[in-house]
């Protein structure tokens, strides 16, 4: 069983370039998550979605968007890539917000030059 | 938002030797759970833990929900136990649930 799939696992981005980081899972989760990881520090929030075709904004969602079209897929788009953004990416499900636990993907390490 | 603290900050063990991770939230929580990040960045679920105690193989957690804080206890400490040790919360009202972390414990366990 894949669990949550994150493609792709390294990524270089010149500044001002875009991109789309694929999130899927396979656990018919309803919440799905995008965090992103600066060196040695936690995790910070950035999108969230409770359902399909239900978005919210979490911490830190300046320069991202997102979209979510069916259960399984929640890609991450960066538009205008700026070296702030340079960090590791992990998308998450759980199978409700509140009450059953969260499973995360293996991340993606985007660095922007 | 809700506050979540990790201590301590950085811990280093000799193999063998025991410890203790503490996690402390400001505010009612529906879920906690204690993740390791390992030295090649990945994510591993050790517990969910709301309240009470849990225990898997050589570690253990408790969390004490009406006194906001959780406790993740690592005995006889291996080199493969090093890396960072995460808490994270989920609060909220069920629409806006988020899963909040703290910033770790970055813990080295030396042969």
């Known amino acids: 069983n894949a669990g949550v799939t994150q493609t792709p696992k390294f990524r270089i981005l010149k500044i001002g370039q875009s991109m789309t980081l694929q999130c899927t899972q396979d656990?018919?989760?309803?919440?799905m998550y995008w965090y992103r990881q600066d060196p040695g520090m936690g995790l910070k929030l950035i999108y969230y979605s409770v359902g399909a075709g239900i978005t919210d904004k979490g911490e830190v969602p300046n320069g991202y968007n997102v979209s979510r079209s069916t259960t399984e897929d929640f890609p991450l788009r960066l538009e205008l890539a700026a070296p702030s953004q340079t960090s590791v990416y992990f998308c998450?499900?759980?199978?409700?917000?509140?009450?059953?636990?969260?499973?995360f993907g293996q991340g993606t390490r985007l660095t922007v030059v | 938002g809700i506050q979540v603290e990790q201590s301590p900050p950085d811990l280093i063990l000799q193999e063998g030797a025991n410890s203790t991770l503490r996690c402390n939230f400001s505010d009612s929580v529906n879920n906690l759970q204690w993740f390791h990040q390992n030295p090649w960045g990945q994510l591993i679920n050790l517990f969910y833990i709301p309240s009470g105690t849990k225990q898997n193989g050589r570690l253990s957690a408790t969390t004490v929900a009406t006194e906001r804080y959780s406790l993740l206890y690592i005995s006889s400490s291996q080199t493969t136990d090093s890396g960072v040790y995460f808490c994270a919360v989920f609060w909220g009202e069920t629409s806006g649930s988020r899963l909040t972390f703290g910033e770790g414990t970055q813990l080295t366990v030396n042969p």
């Open positions: 656990m018919n989760h309803n919440y």
């Open positions: 998450a499900s759980s199978q409700r917000g509140r009450s059953t636990e969260a499973f």
